[in-house]
Nanobody, 123 residues
Framework: QVQLVESGGGSVQAGGSLRLSCAAY????????MAWFRQVPGKEREGVAG???????SYAYSVKGRFTISQDNTQTTLYLQMNSLKPEDTAMYYC?????????????????WGQGTQVTVSS
């Protein structure tokens, strides 16, 4: 079992930055894929950025060049550095993880989810 706990959300003006963190508790194997998703009410959950155990990454087109996903050396903490934030980035952001060695932004590929952290960007 894995428990994921997000932090770092908040309110910021357009053009600002935020850094989200996700702490993973439990058994973290050598093959462990993690990702960030976001969701606004009434819309489907959207993949934002993903990373696997060897550091390969994938980004949604809408955030490429503005967001950076990373993890610490123990692969127990996931980060999302968000720069040049836009009002359309406003959403609940979720951390997800699964035992795999591929990078994916498909929600169905993840077993473990955090409770979410709200990001609000004002114009």
């Amino acid at each position: 079992q894995v428990q994921l706990v997000e932090s770092g959300g908040g309110s910021v003006q357009a053009g600002g930055s935020l850094r989200l963190s996700c702490a993973a508790y439990g058994y973290i194997s050598s093959t462990f894929s993690m990702a960030w998703f976001r969701q606004v009410p009434g819309k489907e959950r959207e993949g934002v950025a993903g990373i696997n155990s060897d550091g390969s990454t994938s980004y949604a087109y809408s955030v490429k060049g503005r967001f950076t996903i990373s993890q610490d050396n123990t692969q127990t903490t996931l980060y999302l550095q968000m720069n040049s934030l836009k009002p359309e980035d406003t959403a609940m952001y979720y951390c997800a993880a699964d035992y795999s060695d591929y990078v994916t932004l498909v929600p169905a590929n993840f077993t473990y989810w955090g409770q979410g952290t709200q990001v609000t960007v004002s114009s």
